[in-house]
């Protein structure tokens, strides 16, 4: 079955200005109008008539969970999600950013969305594998079956055949070219620390300059920070402006995680975040 993004697009408005309407959420998270169609850019509706600025199609690969966190505990809110937006929405439940009783979630299944910059189908890259939302209260088009599953760690392969001193190669490489405008963590999800600890001055944690200490300081602190907690939505890559590869090491610190707990990040809301939970059973393969 084809999806039709325009039929997503009609039932996410027909839902937003429902719930507006009703008093149900004073706001709706949605995707609107870029400057082209292929840069479609994050949205809220707060009233009917903010609807229909509301678009859907190939090009909707931001993550609205990455929103939640902005406005004040108790905001009735409705908001759109993919299969792994979904995954960060559990996630941010399970730390306690945000309450499940104040959300509406609206939940898309859908396959072919494709990154801006390239055109490239991202389906088996950075959408953890899934095509249909773990968590919703609405869903907005037919679930998804039929379609090839790829593991989410599949695009592994090459980077686990390296051994440590070409794996650390490769990302002093990729990591020097970071110029320092952190638009990974404006992009995530699930970076909401305010401050962070890279702008923070007393302790001082690393040098903010773009030069190879500081980027390695900030990127691997980072990357261990989102250990358990990544729900490979793929943003990081997709806001780096010189496109280095950050999917990758968050993929490699969740395939770990998933092999030595047994648990993905954001699954459900009955878990809690693995690094944070004691359990007997847990591998020991950490403390190695």
Same mark, same amino acid.
């Given at each position: 079955?084809? *999806?039709?993004?325009?039929?997503?697009?009609?039932?996410?408005?027909?839902?937003?200005?429902?719930?507006? #309407?009703?008093?149900?959420?004073?706001?709706?998270?949605?995707? =609107? /109008?870029? &400057?082209?169609?292929?840069?479609?850019?994050?949205?809220?509706?707060?009233?009917?008539?903010?609807?229909? %600025?509301?678009?859907?199609?190939?090009?909707?690969?931001?993550?609205?969970?990455?929103?939640?966190?902005?406005?004040?505990?108790?905001?009735?809110?409705?908001?759109?999600?993919?299969?792994?937006?979904?995954?960060?929405?559990?996630?941010?439940?399970?730390?306690?950013?945000? $309450?499940?009783?104040?959300?509406?979630?609206?939940?898309?299944?859908?396959?072919?969305?494709?990154?801006?910059?390239?055109?490239?189908?991202?389906? %088996?890259?950075?959408?953890?594998?899934?095509?249909?939302?773990?968590?919703?209260?609405?869903?907005?088009?037919?679930?998804?079956? =039929?379609?090839? *599953?790829?593991?989410?760690?599949? *695009?592994?392969?090459?980077?686990? +055949?390296?051994?440590?001193? +070409?794996?650390?190669?490769?990302? $002093? $490489?990729?990591?020097?070219?970071?110029?320092?405008?952190?638009?990974? /963590?404006?992009?995530?999800?699930?970076?909401?620390?305010?401050?962070?600890?890279?702008?923070?001055?007393?302790?001082?944690?690393?040098?903010?300059?773009?030069?190879?200490?500081?980027?390695?300081?900030?990127?691997?602190?980072?990357?261990?920070?989102?250990? %358990?907690?990544?729900?490979?939505?793929?943003?990081?890559? /997709?806001?780096?402006?010189?496109?280095?590869?950050?999917?990758? &090491?968050?993929?490699?610190? +969740?395939? #770990?995680?998933?092999?030595?707990?047994?648990?993905?990040? %954001?699954?459900?809301?009955?878990?809690?975040?693995?690094?944070?939970? &004691?359990?007997?059973?847990?591998?020991?393969?950490?403390?190695?």
């Amino acid at each position: 079955m084809a *999806v039709s993004f325009q039929q997503i697009e009609e039932k996410l408005k027909t839902e937003a200005r429902r719930l507006l #309407e009703s008093g149900q959420v004073s706001l709706v998270l949605a995707w =609107g /109008r870029g &400057f082209d169609e292929k840069h479609p850019m994050p949205y809220v509706a707060k009233g009917a008539s903010d609807v229909d %600025g509301i678009v859907f199609n190939e090009f909707c690969t931001h993550n609205l969970a990455r929103y939640l966190v902005r406005y004040p505990r108790g905001t009735k809110m409705a908001v759109a999600v993919k299969a792994a937006d979904s995954r960060a929405v559990v996630q941010l439940i399970q730390e306690d950013k945000v $309450k499940r009783h104040d959300l509406v979630i609206l939940g898309i299944p859908v396959y072919g969305i494709k990154n801006p910059k390239t055109g490239e189908i991202i389906d %088996g890259k950075t959408t953890c594998g899934l095509y249909n939302p773990v968590l919703y209260d609405i869903l907005i088009a037919e679930e998804v079956h =039929g379609q090839p *599953v790829s593991s989410p760690y599949a *695009v592994l392969a090459e980077y686990e +055949a390296m051994d440590q001193d +070409a794996r650390f190669a490769f990302w $002093k $490489k990729e990591l020097d070219r970071c110029i320092r405008c952190y638009a990974c /963590r404006k992009a995530c999800p699930m970076c909401y620390c305010d401050p962070c600890f890279i702008d923070q001055n007393k302790p001082k944690w690393g040098e903010k300059s773009p030069e190879t200490p500081g980027n390695l300081m900030y990127h691997l602190t980072r990357f261990h920070h989102l250990a %358990g907690r990544c729900i490979d939505c793929g943003e990081c890559s /997709r806001a780096c402006p010189v496109d280095i590869p950050l999917y990758l &090491f968050h993929k490699k610190v +969740a395939k #770990e995680c998933e092999e030595m707990f047994g648990q993905a990040a %954001g699954m459900s809301i009955e878990d809690k975040p693995v690094l944070v939970n &004691f359990r007997m059973e847990d591998s020991d393969k950490i403390l190695e």
